[in-house]
């Protein structure tokens, strides 16, 4: 169950700053935020079959196909749940003739506000956290699973398919599913699976998600690595470390060295992090692999709450979700990291694949002790 009380606190901070009477949900990971439930029927939609508002009180609009529904078994007892017949109009106009106004939306109604539904969601409750790790670990074991018993000789697609199974067996979706046999892994940062065999290595990449969540991990299995695997992988492995290094300085407002952090800011913001990944990349010898694919950010209610890139404003938060995925051509280095005050923890960890301990590159204003990141697996 979600922190409710939490939740109408930070709206009610949201209404009185902009000066509205109402704010509505109807995107599925917004909604799943506010109600701890699903409003997703057809998973190809931006938008679920149901918004969910707060004006004061706790309310979800719906067509009567879905309120009994939804009523039963996705909602807390809180929130009280209006139809309108399916056949009389849309969720959008259904939701501008019941709302008070000014009010905002993160969908598309009309005469309401967007609403900036991720920097809501951000820092993560202790309900959040505790939801957060039990799905971490179920994603990870869920790859690792598969992972374990890959051969050179699997093609792509089965493995991905074997992921959606593992997953799914756990009550978890998979919004992305990566697999790269040793060819395409090293041709792509995104490698679809198709139905070309693994070969020497693989490169798996999952985004799980769960009641609203998103966790994203990489594994590495090689059958006969190539020469430079293990030394492309430790570097993107530094850059990771040195990341989380950076998000630990930065939520503390404490990061000087790489273009940002002012010890009177707190927080300081995702450029500033980026700033320290791009010199992360300069001191392990790939200057511009940077360049070749995004380097992820805030995980938390979407697979990123937003990526980190030159200049962003972003604030970076804790408690909060991260995943940072640098890449290295033919190599990665990801997990899902909780970055709370005083400590940081390893989402999507199992404790039965290996690791390995990494140092962080010497950025001024960050911690330069060795974390204990995924390492590639070697059969």
């Not at 949900?25 to 506010?34: D, V």
């Not at 999952?206 to 991990?217: F, I, K, N, P, Q």
């Not at 090689?222 to 530094?238: G, I, K, M, T, V």
Request: proline share 6%; charged share 25%.
């Amino acid at each position: 169950m979600v922190d409710l009380a939490a939740r109408t606190d930070r709206l009610d901070a949201y209404l009185d700053e902009r000066g509205l009477e109402a704010v509505w949900f109807a995107k599925p990971n917004g909604f799943a935020w506010l109600t701890g439930g699903d409003n997703v029927v057809d998973a190809d939609a931006d938008v679920g079959v149901a918004a969910a508002g707060y004006d004061g009180a706790l309310r979800v609009i719906t067509d009567g196909i879905e309120a009994e529904r939804l009523a039963d078994e996705e909602l807390p007892d809180a929130f009280a749940v209006e139809s309108f017949p399916w056949y009389t109009g849309s969720l959008a106009e259904a939701v501008a003739e019941r709302s008070p106004a000014p009010a905002a939306a993160d969908f598309d109604v009309p005469g309401f506000e967007a609403v900036d539904g991720s920097r809501l969601r951000q820092p993560l409750t202790d309900d959040d956290v505790e939801r957060y790790r039990e799905l971490g670990r179920e994603a990870a074991a869920a790859v690792e699973t598969v992972c374990r018993n890959l051969e050179p000789e699997d093609p792509e697609y089965e493995v991905a398919a074997g992921i959606d199974i593992s997953l799914a067996s756990r009550d978890v979706d998979t919004p992305v599913v990566l697999v790269g046999g040793a060819e395409r892994a090293q041709a792509y940062r995104h490698y679809t699976p198709t139905d070309a065999t693994l070969g020497d290595y693989a490169l798996v990449s999952v985004t799980a998600e769960r009641a609203g969540l998103y966790a994203s991990l990489t594994r590495t299995v090689a059958f006969d690595a190539p020469d430079w695997l293990e030394e492309r992988h430790r570097a993107a492995a530094r850059v990771e470390a040195t990341a989380l290094a950076a998000t630990e300085a930065a939520a503390a407002g404490t990061l000087t060295g790489a273009g940002g952090g002012d010890s009177d800011a707190v927080p300081d913001t995702a450029g500033d992090v980026f700033d320290a990944i791009r010199a992360a990349y300069d001191a392990v010898g790939f200057p511009d692999e940077w360049r070749e694919h995004h380097q992820g950010g805030a995980a938390g209610f979407a697979g990123r709450e937003w990526f980190a890139a030159p200049g962003s404003d972003e604030p970076v938060r804790q408690p909060t979700g991260y995943a940072w995925n640098p890449t290295v051509q033919g190599a990665k280095s990801e997990d899902t990291h909780l970055v709370a005050p005083g400590f940081t923890e390893t989402l999507t960890k199992t404790g039965q694949w290996p690791a390995h301990a990494v140092e962080p590159v010497d950025v001024d204003g960050i911690s330069t002790e060795p974390r204990e990141l995924t390492a590639p697996v070697v059969r």
